[in-house]
């Protein structure tokens, strides 16, 4: 069976604050021209998308560097659901499923505020350390229902760190998934294929999942 794991892209859609904004539109059209053509702007981040390094990390490799396999394969989806003021700690998941290797794909119900401007809104944050037990574990994606990570700041810090340290480690981030509750505590084969944009940051991506056998 395959999962979508990805939110559509369409017209003026909610993007993340100081994001260009999703414009979509289609300059010919079936009535007038004989064919369809749909134009976008929109910027890399946008909707189901996933980070490389280069995104906090000036000398880490862009989207054309990370080779084809780095997007695909088997994953765990692990459940750690958001509460109000409480950060997510992830140590404290259940990782039985996991084996090492293994991406990590973390479902926080927080997407059912998907295609609201909520879901940018109070996004939660990870606990202090999250990174570190990332990185320990050897992950090399991570994937979330959030539209960005974050760990509580601690002396030293600041709100990017987070994203410097695993990106700085290799790792990829993708953010902004979709239809992750259903598959908590299975492992999964998971893809989310970047498009071929040389120098880029990040891509959007069609992020799916089949079962594995």
Not at 22 to 30: D, E, F, G, L, Y
Not at 116 to 140: H, N
């Amino acid at each position: 069976m395959i999962y979508d794991l990805s939110w559509p892209l369409y017209d003026q859609m909610p993007v993340y604050p100081g994001d260009p904004p999703c414009q979509v539109s289609r300059p010919h059209a079936h009535e007038t021209d004989g064919v369809q053509l749909t134009h976008l702007s929109l910027g890399c981040h946008t909707g189901t998308h996933l980070d490389v390094p280069r995104h906090f990390v000036a000398s880490g490799p862009a989207i054309e560097a990370v080779p084809l396999e780095r997007f695909m394969g088997p994953a765990v989806v692990i459940s750690v659901p958001w509460q109000p003021d409480q950060a997510l700690d992830l140590a404290a998941a259940d990782w039985s499923a996991w084996q090492p290797g293994d991406f990590v794909l973390l479902s926080t119900d927080w997407e059912h505020r998907g295609g609201t401007s909520a879901f940018f809104q109070d996004i939660p944050s990870f606990a202090a350390g999250t990174s570190e037990l990332l990185i320990e574990k050897g992950v090399s994606l991570f994937g979330l229902d959030l539209p960005t990570v974050r760990e509580v700041v601690r002396p030293g810090f600041d709100k990017r760190h987070m994203h410097r340290a695993i990106l700085g480690n290799g790792m990829i981030i993708v953010e902004g998934l979709a239809n992750l509750a259903k598959l908590v505590g299975k492992r999964i084969y998971f893809c989310a294929v970047p498009l071929l944009i040389p120098g880029a940051d990040g891509s959007p991506v069609r992020a799916f999942a089949s079962d594995i056998r």
